[in-house]
């Protein structure tokens, strides 16, 4: 940790299900963070269906745990109407179940390219797929202002635009705010995907406390053997996270701090009680 940027508040430690998705069920990641003082969860809606939309609801109420944010709405391209329909249903099914575990933002992978049926990438028409991008946030917005649940668009590392998220960086994000105005709508800032960007921290600083609805952690290893699932523990890679962490400060962020890491071959394989354990270390030593 350098002299200069103060230890992290352990109380704004918050872990996102999918880090520890391979070993135990929600209920068990739930009571597993209680148990050791991890005060924030973010949870994934296939893991909320799972155990039932109330039941996930009041286990993470029961257990006093903040909802940093709920994952995920979003892949607004569709090859027809047929299919924009749909997503646009899944995402206010989606707002919903974020209201109903009292989230404090709806994050969006906002999608790519388009694909056909069978899930092939049917269209390089890359613009035309951000245009529905925009469109479709901006239908979506219209439902989540009014119930009240802040959407965060989490800009991908480029590497997913076509297949995950068109939208790439933080200077899409914000003038997508700027396009669609930032009355609930922000950014999801995840480390992983914009470490990068000569415009970091700028962009961050534009985006101010106002927009700034999350904060992601994890670490960018060198090699990285797996473009999704190999994403690395805060302090095994290259990222300079209290860097990071002294620009959101200084721009007004002060919610929490979310350990996300898909690990298929490391993380997921150990004990999820010591992977739990290190993100409690590593978030006091290395964030
Ligand atoms: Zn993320």
């Given at each position: 940790?350098?002299?200069?940027?103060?230890?992290?508040?352990?109380?704004?430690?918050?872990?996102?299900?999918?880090?520890?998705?391979?070993?135990?069920?929600?209920?068990?990641?739930?009571?597993?963070?209680?148990?050791?003082?991890?005060?924030?969860?973010?949870?994934?809606?296939?893991?909320?269906?799972?155990?039932?939309?109330?039941?996930?609801?009041?286990?993470?109420?029961?257990?006093?745990?903040?909802?940093?944010?709920?994952?995920?709405?979003?892949?607004?391209?569709?090859?027809?109407?047929?299919?924009?329909?749909?997503?646009?249903?899944?995402?206010?099914?989606?707002?919903?179940?974020?209201?109903?575990?009292?989230?404090r933002?709806?994050?969006?992978?906002?999608?790519?390219?388009?694909?056909?049926?069978?899930?092939?990438?049917?269209?390089?028409?890359?613009?035309?797929?951000?245009?529905?991008?925009?469109?479709?946030?901006?239908?979506?917005?219209?439902?989540?202002?009014?119930?009240?649940?802040?959407?965060?668009?989490?800009?991908?590392?480029?590497m997913?635009?076509?297949?995950?998220?068109?939208?790439?960086?933080?200077?899409?994000?914000?003038?997508?705010?700027?396009?669609?105005?930032?009355?609930?709508?922000?950014?999801?800032?995840?480390?992983?995907?914009?470490?990068?960007?000569?415009?970091?921290?700028?962009?961050?600083?534009?985006?101010?406390?106002?927009?700034?609805?999350?904060?992601?952690?994890?670490?960018?290893?060198?090699?990285?053997r797996?473009?999704?699932?190999?994403?690395?523990?805060?302090?095994?890679?290259?990222?300079?996270?209290?860097?990071?962490?002294?620009?959101?400060?200084?721009a007004?962020y002060?919610?929490?701090?979310?350990?996300?890491?898909?690990?298929?071959?490391?993380?997921?394989?150990?004990?999820?009680?010591?992977?739990?354990?290190?993100?409690?270390?590593?978030?006091?030593?290395?964030?």
């Amino acid at each position: 940790m350098p002299e200069s940027v103060s230890t992290p508040d352990p109380s704004l430690l918050s872990i996102n299900t999918a880090t520890v998705r391979q070993q135990w069920r929600l209920p068990d990641i739930i009571s597993g963070c209680a148990a050791l003082g991890i005060r924030g969860i973010a949870p994934w809606r296939d893991q909320v269906a799972e155990t039932g939309l109330k039941e996930a609801a009041q286990r993470i109420r029961d257990a006093g745990l903040l909802v940093s944010g709920y994952c995920r709405g979003g892949m607004f391209p569709a090859i027809d109407g047929a299919g924009r329909r749909a997503a646009r249903d899944d995402n206010r099914r989606a707002v919903d179940e974020a209201l109903t575990v009292g989230a404090r933002c709806l994050v969006l992978v906002v999608g790519g390219l388009l694909k056909d049926g069978e899930g092939r990438i049917a269209s390089k028409d890359l613009a035309g797929a951000r245009s529905m991008v925009r469109d479709g946030v901006g239908d979506l917005l219209e439902y989540s202002r009014s119930a009240g649940m802040p959407l965060a668009i989490e800009p991908l590392h480029p590497m997913y635009a076509a297949d995950r998220a068109c939208i790439n960086t933080m200077a899409q994000a914000n003038d997508l705010c700027d396009e669609l105005g930032d009355d609930g709508l922000g950014i999801a800032v995840d480390v992983y995907h914009v470490w990068w960007d000569r415009e970091l921290k700028d962009q961050i600083e534009r985006a101010g406390d106002k927009r700034l609805l999350a904060f992601h952690f994890c670490d960018w290893l060198v090699p990285t053997r797996d473009l999704l699932l190999d994403r690395g523990m805060m302090g095994d890679g290259v990222i300079d996270l209290p860097l990071i962490r002294s620009w959101m400060e200084r721009a007004g962020y002060r919610g929490a701090h979310e350990v996300e890491i898909f690990s298929a071959n490391d993380w997921w394989k150990r004990d999820p009680v010591e992977v739990l354990r290190t993100c409690i270390h590593r978030h006091q030593t290395v964030c």
